[in-house]
């Protein structure tokens, strides 16, 4: 079966230009296939550096990996021509992070919305276009009336995003790849996004892709969950493992950094990770190493002599970090099969 | 104990060819010495013109229309231009949101420092600087040589940093920090809220803590604030707060906060943040309120201290008092 939209063993290098002197490993080797029959959410959650927007940026098209491939249904990306490029950008919808930015000022927000349908000649009359853009408009919450025919500068952030969720959801895609959609919207209203993207999900099928730095909205919508950490996959799996028995380090260290809104419970932050084994500053040896290894209250020689591989410590999560080298070793390429073990 | 700070009736309009926009709409509140106190709300919701209107610093067509702003019992809003300059950094400071941004990028460290202290006269030798600015930076968690460096050569938690060791080298009795940590990572955020606690607490100075992350706020400060439309709408201890929030939009905001526990569904607040220009009549959240009353779509409720330490601004709670 061929995936939707898969990025196969796909490395991401910047720099080594004329003025810079070395080169930034973006993104290495990742790899994720995502279905075009089964619905999934899938989050993927970074800091600022870990890759998160170049992943994005390969999988729609925006960027061309330094070696791996990014395939749509089967064929590569960058090299998609005629109907396979309207198909992909058909199926495949994006909902950026800025809802101020991404509208034109001069137009009325019926715009936005209209120029999909134009384009893909969606509506053969009037009415219909209208009625589109209604229907769309109603499966995100949003009222017509309240909505069409206004500036966006009348309409609330949270207002704006929802337009965009109804813009994606008008071409009928399969799935839709959200860049920190809610992180400019007040938390009142972030759930409204979250859960009109929930819906998508659950009555049209389509799948979703959330990217995030937000790990509690990462927990609370998705099923599987990757985190990234300087371009490698630090650990992935069933998003209640990864979030509440955090094997990697790194992902501990995530998870006690989160204020819980709760005055009680304890705030850790980098004392969750505890003392280690006090080794001295390791230095790398090896042309690879686990990026996490400065950091680590745990690291040993082997952290600066080679890059971890994938362990998969549970039959639904893989982590890399040599402190789970106990369990058997996995292919990058396998992580998709894994974490589709999460969906019924 | 004495309060350090007390601001009585702050109000502050922004005025547009629409009419007067309430930003801060007769805010009240007082601050003890070393104590930590937060200000959540909404964009919009005022708190960061709170933060302006304290320092003096709105720029038209803004404008402080009323109250009083009494630090140490000098009433700030009264006082000459010169003097007010020489108050901020040296009595009451300021770390911006996105302060890290507003380093100068081609100044080093130690030239922008310099620039605060020529303007407050504190005159020193430059070995007495060298020493000064490395003690400071050291508070803040940070080496000595950051003195020699250019911003860019700082990871952004490390620019924050450099901004509170900024805001504290006067020694200030209050520190206004604007969102300080909404543009960083949450492992940075933990290390940045650390430091400014442990200066703070060396310093013996009073913080408000401006921001819109209610678990950040559980953590950080000792009494927080919830701002709607230009109000207090309520104030308490934080751990009364949050174990008793009374105003329906303090539970509601509580109750919108997604865990790390348990999955569940995803409550948000219904409706949108009211409009400034043209606010409901009344209590401004009475059309997101499920309690609301009749009487919500009249009058404002007054500010009442329903018990100690714990005061809301709610209909709901006239016949209890």
């Known amino acids: 079966m061929t995936a939707l939209l898969e990025a196969r063993n796909v490395t991401k290098v910047f720099g080594a230009g004329l003025l810079s002197a070395g ?106 276009r209208r009625e589109l853009m209604e229907s769309a408009l109603s499966a995100v919450g949003l009222r017509p009336e309240e909505t069409l025919g206004r500036y966006p500068h009348q309409l609330s952030g949270g207002q704006r995003q929802r337009i965009m969720v109804a813009r994606a959801v008008l071409l009928r895609p399969r799935l839709i790849i959200a860049d920190e959609p809610v992180s400019m919207v007040d938390a009142s209203l972030r759930a409204t996004i979250l859960n009109s993207l929930l819906t998508l999900n659950r009555d049209l099928g389509i799948s979703i892709v959330y990217i995030t730095h937000d790990l509690t909205t990462a927990f609370q919508i998705s099923e599987d969950i990757i985190v990234l950490y300087r371009g490698a996959v630090a650990e992935a799996g069933a998003v209640g493992l990864v979030v509440q028995t955090p094997e990697h380090p790194y992902t501990r260290l995530l998870v006690g950094s989160i204020p819980a809104p709760d005055p009680a419970a304890a705030w850790q932050g980098e004392r ?53 080298r106990d369990s058997p070793v996995v292919a990058p390429e396998q992580m998709t099969r894994i974490l589709a073990g999460t969906r019924p | 104990m004495t309060d350090v700070l007390r601001v009585e009736d702050l109000r502050v309009y922004y005025r547009t060819a629409a009419g007067p926009v309430k930003a801060v709409d007769g805010v009240s509140f007082a ?7 937060g200000l959540v709300g909404e964009s919009g919701s005022g708190k960061s013109t709170i933060a302006l209107g304290l320092l003096r610093m709105i720029k038209p067509p803004g404008r402080i229309e009323g109250g009083a702003v009494m630090l140490d019992n000098v009433d700030l809003l009264r006082l000459g231009e010169d003097a007010m300059r020489k108050t901020r950094l040296a009595k009451i400071s300021l770390v911006a949101q996105g302060a890290m941004n507003s380093l100068n990028p081609v100044k080093r460290i130690k030239t922008q420092f310099a620039a605060g202290l020529r303007d407050h006269e504190q005159r020193m030798s430059d070995k007495d600087f060298t020493v000064y600015l490395g003690d400071l930076l050291e508070k803040v968690g940070l080496r000595r040589s950051v003195a020699n460096m250019f911003p860019h050569e700082l ?31 949450v492992v940075v955020q933990w ?79 219904p409706g949108s943040p009211p409009s400034l ?16 009353m009749e009487v919500c779509t009249r009058q404002m409720p ?8 714990h005061q809301v601004a709610c209909h709901l709670y006239e016949e209890a008092s």
């Not at chain 1, 800091?47 to 098209?61: A, H, I, Q, Y």
């Not at chain 2, 290390?191 to 803590?209: H, K, S, W």
């Open chain 1, 23 to 128: 080169e930034t490993v973006a993104l290495r080797d990742f790899s994720l296939a995502i279905s075009g029959e089964q619905p999934s959410v899938t989050a993927i959650v970074g800091e600022s550096g870990s890759g998160k927007t170049t992943l994005v940026r390969l999988l729609l098209g925006l960027a061309a990996p330094t070696s791996g491939q990014v395939l749509f249904r089967g064929k590569e990306l960058t090299t998609l021509t005629g109907d396979d490029r309207r198909r992909f950008l058909k199926d495949v919808q994006a909902i950026f992070q800025d809802p101020f930015e991404v509208f034109n000022p001069f137009y009325k927000v019926d715009h936005v919305l209209a120029l999909p349908i134009e384009n893909f000649g969606l509506a053969a009359s009037k009415r219909e």
């Open chain 1, 272 to 324: 969750v990770l505890g003392r280690g084994s006090g080794a001295a500053r390791l230095i790398p040896t090896g042309p690879s190493f686990c990026a996490f290894h400065d950091r680590c209250p745990h690291a040993m020689p082997i952290c600066v002599e080679q890059a971890p591989p994938l362990f998969q410590t549970d039959p639904t999560r893989v982590a890399a970090c040599y402190l789970a």
């Open chain 2, 31 to 37: 601050l003890q010495p070393a104590e930590r106190l």
């Open chain 2, 155 to 185: 990871s952004g938690g490390m620019k924050q940093r450099v901004c509170i060791a900024m805001a504290i080298s006067l020694q200030p009795r209050v520190i206004i920090a604007d969102e300080p940590t909404s543009a960083l990572d």
């Open chain 2, 191 to 269: 290390q940045v809220i650390d430091t400014l606690r442990a200066v703070q607490q060396e310093l013996g100075a009073a913080v408000i803590q401006i921001g819109h992350d209610m678990g950040l706020m559980a953590h950080s400060v000792d009494r927080v604030g919830v701002m709607y439309a230009g109000k207090l709408v309520e104030l308490a201890t934080v751990g009364d707060l949050f174990a008793e929030p009374l105003h329906p939009y303090t539970k509601m905001l509580i109750t919108s906060l997604p865990s790390l526990t348990t999955k569940q569904q995803l409550v948000g607040i």
């Open chain 2, 277 to 292: 220009l043209n606010p409901p009549i009344g209590c401004p959240f009475h059309p997101r309120c499920p309690f609301a």
């Open chain 2, 302 to 309: 007054p500010v009442r201290e329903l018990r100690p330490n």
